[in-house]
């Protein structure tokens, strides 16, 4: 037989989506980080650069602003934090698979066989650096925990003063919202919760648990791209804002 494969349907649409999509979010990102401005319109400050620990952030009054990086870091503070959240969707297993079949088209589709002659997985460098996902999950905990401080900052208006409610207000709820719905939707978490339980009538807290973070993976994927959308609809929010294409509508 001739034909590499049988399907006659348009597979190749899902692969080209995913590497589009993914594409767009790396150059959008890549930009906005490198950038070392626009990420701060008070009361509201970019998910990209939170928490900042360089000494030439934009100060944010009242936000996790801790100077560790002393004069001496030069390069836009969004690069010491990103490696975090950023590592934690690299390794991410639906990230993998998305970028897998989006980018190095192994495979690029079910039924479809790959181009590459030889397939060794995960066990060889760099694809074996996938198996710090725990640990990237780690990280990314206490970051989405300081989001969640910053969406609730933002609940101030421009003066700093409490009972304020802005339309970006909104957007880094819905944000941090879906920021923790994808994070402990993440295998790794499920695992952590209820994996090396031989019996889960021991154990009603953490099964109860497992269940809810079971429930929640089951709509990994959806979370993972709702997240991405969302952290760059923050950003860019914030940037307009700080650029003054528009000021914040007040909801209250």
């Known amino acids: 037989m001739s034909a590499a494969h049988l399907r006659t349907d348009r597979w190749w ?16 990102s890549t930009w906005r980080a490198l950038a070392n401005a626009d990420y701060y319109a008070a009361p ?9 620990l360089a000494e030439n952030c934009e100060p944010m009054k009242g936000g996790p602003n801790w100077a560790l990086f002393g004069d001496w870091w030069g390069l836009s503070p969004a690069v010491i934090i990103l490696i975090f ?26 039924a479809v066989a790959e181009p590459h002659r030889r397939y060794t997985g995960e066990t060889r460098f760099p694809l074996v650096l996938q198996n710090i996902h725990r640990y990237f999950f780690y990280a990314a905990v ?55 339980l031989k019996h889960f009538s021991k154990h009603p807290v953490r099964y109860r648990l497992w269940g809810w973070v079971g429930r929640l993976n089951e709509r990994h994927m959806l979370l993972a791209w709702a997240s991405l959308v969302s952290v ?8 307009l804002l700080a650029t003054g294409v528009f000021d914040d509508p007040k909801l209250f």
């Open 85 to 110: 959240p950023l590592g934690f969707r690299l390794t991410c297993y639906y990230y993998r698979k998305a970028y897998y079949r989006g980018f190095w088209a192994s495979p690029p589709a079910c």
């Open 13 to 28: 649409l899902a692969p080209a989506a995913t590497a589009a999509g993914l594409l767009a979010f790396i150059v959008y």
């Open 232 to 239: 760059a609809v923050a950003d860019l929010y914030v940037y």
């Open 142 to 196: 206490p970051v989405a925990v300081i989001l969640t401080y910053d969406t609730v900052l933002g609940f101030r208006d421009e003066h700093y003063e409490w009972g304020h409610m802005g339309l970006g207000t909104l957007v880094m709820l819905v944000n941090i919202v879906l920021i923790w719905a994808y994070t402990i939707s993440c295998h790794s978490c499920r695992h952590i919760i209820g994996g090396r």
């Open 44 to 52: 509201y400050v970019s998910p990209f650069y939170s928490p900042c």
